[in-house]
C-alpha cells in the first residue's frame, strides 16, 4: 500500500513536494495553508511535509509530532531562539525519521566538494544574489512572506549557502554579520555579508535580493586545491598542483528534490537512503539550523539600498 502523505503549503514548493511524491509513488494530499483544519487532516497519514511560511510551521509540526508522523520541513527551520528550541523538544521522538529541507546538499557540485579533501583550505566564499522583482510571474515582494520584518529577508530566503559552508566545515562559527535594509521595510535585509571563522578556512557568505543576474557560486582556497564553482552556469573549474580542469557535472534541478524526498519515505518505512553524504536527517542537520538563527538574530544593518521594491 503507498504511503500517504499530507503537504501542508501550496505554494511553488509545496506543489513540487507533492508532484515528486506522486511520481515516487506516494498518496500525496496537498492542503493549503488556508485550508489546514489541525490535527485530524494529518491522522490517516503516515508522514507530513511542511512547505508553509516559516511564520507558521510550529502548529504543523506540533499536530504531527503529537501524532508520531515524521516531517519534512523545508527551510529555514526557524528564526526565533525559542521556537526553534520548542520545535527541537517537540521533534526528539521522531528526529531520525525526519529531515530538513537543506536540498543543496543533493547537487553534484556540493557532492563533489563533500568527497573531496578539504583539510588544506584556507579561505573559502559563498556567493547567492538575484534581484528578488525577478524571481515569479505575477508575485510582488512587498506582498510576500520576504518583506516582513519577522521571518522575512534575504538571510532566511537563501540560507542554503550558510547551510553548505557550515556542513562542508563543522569547526566554523558565527563571527558576525554585516546588513543592508531598506527604509520603506524596516527589519529587513536585503543584503549580507556573513563572517565564520573557527576551527576550519576563514569563511564568507554573501547573499542578496539585488543582483541584476542570477548569481550562484564558490570558491575555495588552498595549499593543494583551488576550487571555482559556478551553480548557476554549469562551469566547474578546481585546481591542484597548479593545474586547472574543469569537471562535468550533469545537472537536473528537480533531481535534488526528488532525491531529497526519496530519502524522506525511506525514513518514514526504515528502508536504506541514498548514499548522499550529508543526509539532512533532522537530528544531523539540527547544526546548521541553529547557526542560521544565530546568524539572523545578529544581523548588524550597516546601511541601506534604495529602489522601488
Known amino acids: 500500500m503507498a504511503m500517504r502523505i499530507a503537504v501542508i503549503g501550496a505554494g511553488s514548493i509545496g506543489k513540487r513536494h507533492h508532484g515528486n511524491l506522486t511520481a515516487l509513488g506516494a498518496e500525496a494530499v496537498l492542503i493549503p495553508w488556508r485550508d489546514y483544519r489541525g490535527a485530524a487532516q494529518l491522522a490517516d497519514c503516515d508522514g507530513v511535509v511542511v512547505a508553509t511560511a516559516t511564520q507558521v510551521r510550529l502548529p504543523v509540526i506540533a499536530d504531527a509530532t503529537a501524532l508520531g508522523l515524521p516531517f519534512y520541513v523545508e527551510k529555514?527551520?526557524?528564526?526565533?531562539?525559542?521556537?526553534?528550541?520548542?520545535?527541537?523538544?517537540?521533534?526528539?521522538?521522531?528526529a531520525r525519521r525526519s529531515m530538513l529541507g537543506y536540498m543543496?546538499?543533493?547537487?553534484?557540485?556540493?557532492r563533489f566538494l563533500a568527497r573531496m579533501d578539504l583539510s588544506d583550505i584556507y579561505r573559502a566564499r559563498f556567493e547567492i544574489g538575484h534581484d528578488v522583482r525577478q524571481w515569479r510571474q505575477n508575485w510582488r515582494f512587498a506582498d510576500s512572506y520576504a518583506a516582513k520584518a519577522a521571518g522575512g529577508g534575504v538571510l532566511l530566503d537563501l540560507c542554503?549557502?550558510?547551510?553548505?559552508?557550515?556542513?562542508?566545515?563543522?569547526?566554523?562559527?558565527?563571527?558576525?554579520?554585516?546588513?543592508?535594509?531598506?527604509?520603506?521595510?524596516?527589519?529587513?535585509?536585503?543584503s549580507d555579508d556573513i563572517l565564520l571563522s573557527g576551527a576550519g578556512p576563514l569563511t564568507t557568505v554573501t547573499m542578496d535580493y539585488l543582483s541584476p543576474v542570477f548569481l550562484r557560486r564558490l570558491t575555495l582556497?588552498?595549499?593543494?586545491?583551488?576550487?571555482?564553482?559556478?551553480?548557476?552556469?554549469?562551469?566547474?573549474?578546481?585546481?591542484?598542483?597548479?593545474?586547472w580542469r574543469q569537471v562535468p557535472m550533469p545537472f537536473e534541478r528537480n533531481e535534488m528534490f526528488l532525491g531529497a524526498m526519496g530519502d524522506f519515505l525511506a525514513l518514514i518505512a526504515d528502508k536504506p537512503v541514498s548514499d548522499v553524504e550529508?543526509?539532512?536527517?533532522?537530528d544531523l542537520a539540527l547544526p546548521s539550523?541553529?547557526?542560521?538563527?544565530?546568524?539572523?538574530?545578529?544581523?548588524?544593518?550597516?546601511?541601506?539600498?534604495?529602489?522601488?521594491?
Open 76 to 94: 529555514p527551520l526557524a528564526f526565533d531562539p525559542a521556537e526553534l528550541a520548542e520545535i527541537e523538544r517537540l521533534a526528539a521522538p521522531v
Open 104 to 110: 543543496m546538499r543533493y547537487h553534484p557540485a556540493f
Open 160 to 190: 542554503h549557502e550558510l547551510d553548505m559552508a557550515a556542513t562542508l566545515f563543522p569547526g566554523l562559527a558565527l563571527d558576525g554579520v554585516k546588513s543592508l535594509g531598506h527604509a520603506a521595510y524596516p527589519g529587513v535585509d536585503f
Open 221 to 243: 582556497r588552498g595549499t593543494r586545491h583551488t576550487v571555482e564553482f559556478d551553480l548557476h552556469t554549469g562551469n566547474y573549474m578546481i585546481a591542484e598542483d597548479g593545474n
Open 278 to 282: 550529508h543526509l539532512p536527517r533532522f
Open 289 to 309: 539550523a541553529r547557526m542560521i538563527v544565530e546568524a539572523y538574530q545578529t544581523r548588524d544593518f550597516v546601511g541601506a539600498v534604495a529602489g522601488d521594491y
